[in-house]
């Protein structure tokens, strides 16, 4: 493995075990001394399926691990004026902390790692950074002989990284219950979103910017717009029961709750099977980690509100002077003169 592998993995395996400050230590000699086999074995909350992907394909989980990482921050932007800012308490996993209840929080956490491991494979393709892809090989030569442009370029092969978004992100859904059904069809939500806001890229080649030859290739879009239009999706997610069908009265399949007849939910939709406990409190039932200690904004009327987020028990006020140079002017010859400016400054936490 090359250093960069090895450096990756220890960033992976230390965000997933801040208390656990042995594995770190015992990750880098097992690195150099066993490589794959045994970090595959570390790494927390693996699937048996995902352990086995982990050790055919190091180089993609270091990948993988990247892509849970960009969809819980994005997870934690979306949700950072809310009672609930993307923590929970409850398994560690190469994607965080997984909520115990089936919420449309869940609903939601489980579409952005799930669209986050899509993306970062996809875009690791087309670096050359994995070795069983590249660039879109569907995509080269002439496309559309009307509007006279062809493909040309570097096009991200989304298909690969949503399929191995799939294989490895599906992989740990082991259990044959409801959950089941609604982790997956929120995955493929996830993976849908991302697949859908794909964009055409072109350039135009010709003497002094005329565009006698035109190409194009697609190109992954920022995350920040999977996560926006997950939020709404969340915001808007529908209410799902599951169906027992089969003989073995096993979880077959979900149709919307209170629906006359089976309504399927639509492919576009996230879905929870669960009602969102409040957040307020800590709570290990149900993955609540509450809002003790979460700074809040006095004056605002929305969920950053001090009322709101603290859920009525108060909030802390603590004062402080922020200190800083200011007014600087440079002076002939040579140096910068500053005067230092300070402000009393609160903020507030809850109690
Ligand atoms: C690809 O590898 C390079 C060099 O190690 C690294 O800087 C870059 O971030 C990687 N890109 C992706 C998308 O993983
Ligand atoms: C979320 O809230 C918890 C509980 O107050 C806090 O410990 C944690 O640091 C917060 N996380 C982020 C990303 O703000
Ligand atoms: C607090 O909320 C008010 C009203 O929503 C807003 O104008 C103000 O900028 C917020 N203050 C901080 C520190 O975020």
């Known amino acids: 493995m090359s250093l960069h592998i090895i450096l990756y993995f ?11 400050h042995n594995v770190h230590t015992m990750a880098l000699s097992s690195v150099v001394a066993l490589g794959a086999n045994i970090i595959c074995n570390k790494i927390p909350g693996l699937a048996p ?34 009672r609930w800012n993307c923590s929970a308490l409850g398994e560690k996993t190469v994607f965080g902390q997984e909520l115990r209840v089936g919420s ?31 660039c879109d090989r569907e995509k080269q030569g002439y496309y559309n002989q009307e509007e ?4 040309g370029g570097c096009s ?25 059904l609604m982790n997956l069809h929120n995955n493929e939500v996830g993976r849908k ?9 072109c350039k135009c080649h010709g003497v002094s910017g005329s565009c006698t030859t035109k190409t194009c290739w697609t190109t992954l879009p920022k995350f920040r717009e999977i996560g926006y239009i997950l939020k709404d999706k969340y915001n808007k997610a529908v209410h799902v029961e599951v169906v027992r069908a089969s003989r073995l009265r096993q979880p077959t399949f979900l149709k919307v ?15 929870y099977i669960d009602r969102s406990p409040n957040y307020c409190e800590e709570d290990a039932a149900t993955g609540s980690v509450g809002t003790q200690g979460r700074l809040c904004n006095r004056t605002s009327p929305h969920t950053d ?33 500053c005067n230092t400016c300070s402000e009393r400054t609160e903020v507030f936490t809850c109690k």
């Open 49 to 82: 399926r995902q352990r086995a992907i982990c050790q055919s394909r190091p180089d993609a989980i270091i990948v993988i691990g990247e892509g849970a990482q960009l969809g819980i921050n994005e997870c934690q932007y979306q949700f950072r004026y809310g």
């Open 193 to 201: 979103v991302l697949e859908e806001r794909m964009k055409l890229e």
């Open 104 to 134: 449309r929080e869940a609903a939601f956490t489980y579409a952005i790692t799930a669209a986050g491991a899509a993306h970062a494979v996809t875009a690791a393709c087309s670096q050359g950074n994995l070795s069983h892809c590249g």
């Open 257 to 271: 709750k209170k629906s006359q007849g089976y309504r399927k939910p639509s492919e576009s939709d996230l879905v």
């Open 10 to 20: 220890l960033q992976v395996l230390s965000a997933l075990s801040h208390t656990e």
């Open 305 to 337: 509100g001090c009322d709101l987020m603290c859920c009525g028990r108060g909030y802390n006020t603590h004062q402080y002077t922020k200190v800083w140079q200011c007014n600087c002017k440079f002076q002939w010859c040579c140096f910068v003169k």
């Open 148 to 151: 006279g442009w062809k493909w």
């Open 156 to 180: 991200a092969d989304i298909k690969y990284g949503i399929a191995f978004s799939r294989w490895f992100v599906d992989a740990r859904e082991i259990k044959k219950n409801a959950r089941r």
